[in-house]
């Protein structure tokens, strides 16, 4: 493993993208920060720039308007970036699924390495998550 | 110079997808630009090919925070329409899940404002006593956000007796820290000289812009759709209207911790007054006509309209978001103000992009509003074509003199 690979792993820093969710799944990945859960402790912390990522967290099914502005994003992270979509409607479109501006889950267009379902998805499960994803370098 | 600095979709202090365009003279904001709909979903649509009993769930997924409200003020227009009264424990139940989550929006807004001022302690204090709302939202409820607990003409889920010491020693224990905490905002002489006179919305503004909820109630504007247009349990309760004459960011805060106090008067008295009996008077038929829900939302008045063709669905669902009035009021609260305040200011009535997210419609048959890449590549080929026959032209007639 290349000494990148392994400081990847040893702190992996998120950046979060609401790409047209009900902001449930954005709270509780904010929840996962705080006292009870901390994930600060295991290295994982939420940065304010893609350009400090290694790994983007997509809630939400993504509307048509959003979508140019998620890729953009995509782009500009530094690769390997892994890619986890939190949710129901970040999985599968979840209940907004037939809406006339949705354009499709997130993996139509990015390639997903981790899966959270659940609406919203306990942070336990985002945790179990990220951790999962890591496991995936 | 006017400048302007854009700021978002994806900003750091933006928790959903907006957009700001401040302009700015120095640190002066002189006008704020604010365009939404990243995330319109076209729920008022879907809504009208669900049956009346599956909207709720629907409805509870337009904002995550307020996921009680909005399926609340639904399922109040039609009780209204099919004349429908729910009984008495159902009336209890929903004040005592409505609350909780009244204490949980508030305490989330609180932990957001700590940390926008550079206040990480609060933030993650209050975060971790929110956990104990969420702890009891989830034993009453059964899950930690969209509970799934109304339904029209009542609840879903009972509140069993053995929850009700578990609910009460959370409730205990909750109330001495959001004393403290008023105690911790109220008497800190940083806070007071950071949020005092920041963002100040005056009474008049507020009515005149139809601010809602804490927003308006910080500015002296004592509206709350649970006094004013009274419903279920509040009537039957004793809690007062919290308001405050300042209308800075500081009387938001204030106003929001004072209501923590008085959501938690509203659990104890509901709790007390739980009588067995049943929790759901069911709605057999909703007949032709249209009716409107309000219910307080913890950011404001949700408004809902439906109308019926007496079929299972909703013909018409119309919603609208107290955040859809208060997003307005920062065009007058943040003029004037340092950009540095910028980002507090525009939190400090609880935004909530997700519940307001309109279309904006672009009319295509006036091309001269809206030009995108191939039209305006299409203008320069033209002026190109253009002065390129003007120079054959000239060098024609250049050519006839000759």
């Given at each position: ?11 992996p ?5 609401n ?18 859960f ?14 400090h ?11 048509a ?47 997903v ?17 990220i951790?999962?994803?890591l496991?995936?370098? | 110079?006017a400048?302007?600095?854009?700021t ?5 202090i933006?928790?959903?997808p ?10 002066t904001?002189t006008?704020?630009?604010i ?14 090919d669900k ?10 997924r ?29 009336k ?21 404002a ?9 933030f993650?204090?209050v975060?971790k006593?929110?956990e ?14 969209h ?6 003409g ?11 010491p578990?609910l ?7 109330e001495?820290?959001c ?20 963002g ?10 139809c ?7 910080a500015?002296?504007?004592?509206i ?9 349990a ?8 919290i ?24 659990i ?7 009588k ?11 007949p ?6 309000l ?12 109308r019926?063709?007496g079929?299972?669905?909703?013909i ?8 859809y ?28 992009y997700?519940?307001t997210?309109?279309?904006?419609a ?16 299409r203008?320069s ?8 026959e ?5 060098s024609n ?6």
């Amino acid at each position: 493993m290349s000494l990148f690979l392994k400081a990847l792993k040893k702190s992996p820093w998120v950046f979060h993208v609401n790409a047209g969710a009900c902001n449930n799944c954005d709270i509780e990945i904010l929840d996962c920060l705080t006292p009870r859960f901390d994930v600060e402790r295991f290295g994982i912390k939420l940065v304010g720039s893609i350009k400090h990522a290694d790994a983007l967290i997509i809630s939400g099914g993504v509307t048509a308007n959003i979508l140019p502005r998620v890729l953009e994003i995509y782009e500009q992270a530094p690769k390997p970036c892994l890619v986890v979509a939190v949710g129901s409607c970040g999985c599968s479109g979840g209940i907004f699924r037939d809406a006339y501006n949705m354009v499709g889950p997130i993996d139509h267009y990015l390639p997903v390495d981790v899966f959270i379902p659940g609406c919203p998805p306990r942070p336990e499960a985002l945790i179990a998550g990220i951790v999962k994803a890591l496991g995936k370098l | 110079m006017a400048k302007v600095i854009p700021t978002g979709p994806f900003h750091p202090i933006l928790e959903e997808p907006e957009f700001f365009k401040f302009h700015v003279d120095g640190e002066t904001i002189t006008k704020i630009d604010i365009r939404i709909g990243y995330s319109h979903r076209g729920i008022e649509l879907l809504s009208e090919d669900k049956t009346w009993d599956q909207v709720p769930f629907l409805v509870e997924r337009i904002c995550g925070i307020c996921s009680y409200s909005h399926p609340y003020g639904y399922c109040l227009a039609v009780e209204r329409l099919a004349n429908c009264e729910i009984p008495d424990r159902a009336k209890y139940i929903r004040a005592i899940v409505a609350e909780l989550e009244r204490l949980h929006s508030h305490l989330l807004w609180m932990g957001l404002a700590g940390h926008f001022i550079g206040y990480n302690t609060v933030f993650m204090w209050v975060w971790k006593w929110r956990e104990l709302v969420l702890d009891a939202l989830e034993l009453t409820t059964g899950n930690r956000n969209h509970y799934a607990n109304i339904k029209p003409g009542g609840v879903r889920r009972d509140i069993e007796d053995y929850m009700i010491p578990k609910l009460e020693k959370w409730i205990d224990e909750l109330e001495p820290k959001c004393e403290m905490l008023i105690k911790v905002v109220m008497d800190d002489p940083v806070l007071h000289a950071r949020l005092k006179g920041v963002g100040v919305l005056t009474k008049q503004e507020a009515i005149d812009y139809c601010a809602l909820g804490p927003t308006a109630r910080a500015s002296g504007v004592a509206i709350d759709a649970r006094a004013d247009h009274p419903f279920d349990a509040y009537p039957l309760l004793d809690w007062k209207v919290i308001s405050l004459p300042d209308g800075d960011v500081f009387a938001k805060a204030a106003v929001r911790l004072l209501e923590n106090l008085e959501s938690i008067k509203i659990i104890r008295q509901a709790i007390k007054k739980l009588k067995p009996g049943p929790i759901v008077n069911e709605i057999k038929e909703v007949p032709v006509g249209e009716a409107i829900g309000l219910y307080e939302a913890p950011r404001g008045e949700t408004f809902h309209y439906i109308r019926s063709d007496g079929s299972n669905m909703p013909i018409r669902h119309k919603v609208r978001a107290p955040s859809y009035m208060n997003i307005l009021t920062n065009e007058l609260s943040c003029v004037g103000a340092d950009l540095a305040d910028g980002g507090l200011i525009t939190a400090a009535h609880d935004p909530c992009y997700s519940c307001t997210e309109r279309l904006s419609a672009v009319n295509d048959s006036i091309p001269e509003n809206v030009l995108n890449s191939k039209e305006i590549a299409r203008l320069s080929r033209e002026k190109t074509k253009s002065i390129a026959e003007k120079f054959q032209l000239e060098s024609n007639v250049t050519t006839d003199k000759k």
